[in-house]
């Protein structure tokens, strides 16, 4: 029986490209959409200070985190969160909202 921290992977299923990856347990939905070669909008690097990655999470579950409810407000209880500062800990499906544009941090700097 695999547990946090053992090296154990997780799932998780991106909408609407239907794409899914499986990364280490606590990887955060930022960088597992990198991996899914999956481009995010971000313009701090994954540092949360921009509040441009957000994604809903549709299914599973996902932590709250300071940076979500300075950027998110309003918006939480509809599973709004910053990818950046959300670890993976169990199977998730995510929506990633359409880019307008292709930005230049779209991904992992």
Not at 90 to 107: I, N
């Amino acid at each position: 029986m695999a547990t946090a921290g053992t090296g154990s992977k997780v799932e998780v299923t991106y909408l609407p490209s239907g794409k899914t990856v499986r990364v280490p347990d606590g990887t955060t939905l930022f960088n597992a959409a990198h991996w899914a070669g999956l481009p995010i909008e971000s313009t701090c690097g994954g540092r949360g200070t921009c509040g441009k990655c957000s994604v809903q999470v549709l299914e599973g579950e996902a932590e709250l985190s300071l940076a979500d409810y300075r950027h998110l407000a309003g918006r939480l209880e509809d599973g709004w969160r910053l990818s950046c500062q959300c670890p993976i800990t169990g199977p998730m499906t995510v929506e990633v909202p359409r880019l307008m544009k292709t930005p230049k941090a779209a991904t992992m700097a």
